[in-house]
C-alpha cells in the first residue's frame, strides 16, 4: 500500500528553471493539497483540490501552479524557479471527514 | 480563517519524563484538530485526532490529548517519554464545514535526552 507518492524525493535546480513536482496517492481521495515547509514556519497551504476538477490557491499560491490531472494525481509546477523557493514540498490527500495522508517529501534547493 | 499556536518551539525533557507539548487556536467557525509527528527526513504522520464525542483523545505512541473549547486549546501529553519519541512535533486545525485543508502550528521540538 503506498499510501502518497511524490517524486523526485531531491532537486537541485538553477535560479529561472522551471520543473513540476509529481504527487500521486492510491487511496481514492478527493482531495489533494500541496504544503511547503520552511524552517520555524511549519506548513504552509500553496495549492489544493477539493476534487477531480478544481483547484484553489491557499496561503503562499505565488510562483507556483497546479494541476489535477485526474482523481490520482496532483502536481505542482515552479516555472520560473527563485531561491526563496528553496524548501521542502510536501504533498497530502484526504478524503471527507478524515486525517490528511502525506508524502515523504521532495527536498528541493534554487542556487 | 484559522490560525494555531504552539507555545514552545522546543521542548527537551529526561527520558522517562512527563511531557506536555502546548497548542493553542484561534477560528470563527468549528474545527476538528489533529497532532501530526515528523521524524528527521520523513513525511508526517497522524498521532491523534478530535472530530468530535469524548474531549481526552488517544493516540498512537502513548500519547494523548484533551480539547478544550473555553481555551481554545488542543495540549498534547505523555506521561513518561523514550528516546525514540525526539522529532517534531504539529499541531493542526480544519474546518468542520468547507475547505478542509490542515493550517499548521510551526512547530515543537521534542528532545529526548536519555
Known amino acids: 500500500n503506498a499510501g502518497v507518492t511524490q517524486t523526485p524525493k531531491f532537486q537541485v535546480l538553477k535560479t529561472g528553471q522551471s520543473m513540476t513536482l509529481q504527487c500521486a496517492q492510491d487511496?481514492?481521495?478527493?482531495?489533494m493539497y500541496w504544503y511547503r515547509q520552511d524552517p520555524g514556519m511549519g506548513l504552509r497551504l500553496i495549492y489544493y483540490s477539493a476534487s477531480e476538477g478544481t483547484t484553489d490557491k491557499g496561503e503562499v499560491p505565488n510562483g507556483y501552479n497546479v494541476s489535477r490531472l485526474n482523481k490520482r494525481e496532483f502536481s505542482l509546477r515552479l516555472e520560473s524557479a527563485a531561491p526563496s523557493q528553496t524548501s521542502v514540498y510536501f504533498c497530502?490527500?484526504?478524503?471527507?471527514?478524515?486525517?490528511?495522508?502525506f508524502g515523504q517529501g521532495t527536498r528541493l534547493t534554487v542556487v | 480563517a484559522q490560525s494555531v499556536t504552539q507555545l514552545d518551539s522546543q521542548v527537551p525533557v529526561f527520558e522517562e519524563a512527563p511531557v506536555e507539548l502546548r497548542c493553542n487556536y484561534s477560528s470563527s467557525v468549528s474545527v476538528y484538530l489533529f497532532w501530526y509527528v515528523q521524524y528527521p527526513n520523513q513525511g508526517l504522520q497522524l498521532l491523534l485526532k478530535y472530530l468530535s464525542g469524548s474531549t481526552l483523545v488517544k493516540g498512537i505512541n502513548g500519547f494523548e490529548a484533551e480539547f478544550n473549547k473555553s481555551q481554545t486549546s488542543f495540549h498534547l501529553r505523555k506521561p513518561s517519554v523514550h528516546i525514540s519519541d525526539t522529532a517534531e512535533y504539529f499541531c493542526a486545525v480544519s474546518e468542520r464545514a468547507g475547505r478542509r485543508a490542515l493550517t499548521f502550528g510551526s512547530g515543537t521540538r521534542l528532545q529526548v535526552q536519555p
Open positions: 497530502a490527500s484526504s478524503a471527507w471527514n478524515t486525517e490528511a495522508f
Open positions: 487511496m481514492n481521495h478527493n482531495s
